[in-house]
Nanobody, 120 residues
């Protein structure tokens, strides 16, 4: 069964860097585009970055030039490198397939997410 496990979050100072990882279980990973999403306090979940199975990437304007998404299909892992972190990057970060979210038993599936806090 599909499963997503995010890791690598924590507290980072403004201007600092962090790398998030997401390990996927299941046969879907290598053939699907993946995305990183985030939910900031009091806001809806938003798409941050995407990467196709072949490695083409897109970014939200708010993170362009500061975030880098990458993937290792051999390890079923997608990464998000955060640089020049800003307080507005504070959120719970999730990975999932893109554009369609994984569904299990008719419901959208999300992993537990990983907290990123940008603060001095």
């Amino acid at each position: 069964q599909e499963q997503l496990v995010e890791s690598g979050g924590g507290l980072v100072q403004p201007g600092g860097s962090l790398r998030l990882s997401c390990v996927a279980s299941g046969s879907f990973f290598s053939s699907n585009a993946m995305g990183w999403y985030r939910r900031a306090p009091g806001k809806q979940r938003e798409l941050v970055a995407t990467i196709t199975s072949g490695g083409s990437t897109t970014y939200a304007n708010s993170v362009k030039g500061r975030f880098t998404i990458s993937r290792d299909n051999a390890k079923n892992t997608v990464y998000l490198q955060i640089q020049s972190a800003e307080p507005q990057d504070t959120a719970v970060y999730y990975c999932n397939t893109y554009p369609h979210i994984i569904m299990i038993n008719g419901r959208n599936y999300w992993g537990q997410g990983i907290q990123v806090t940008v603060s001095s």
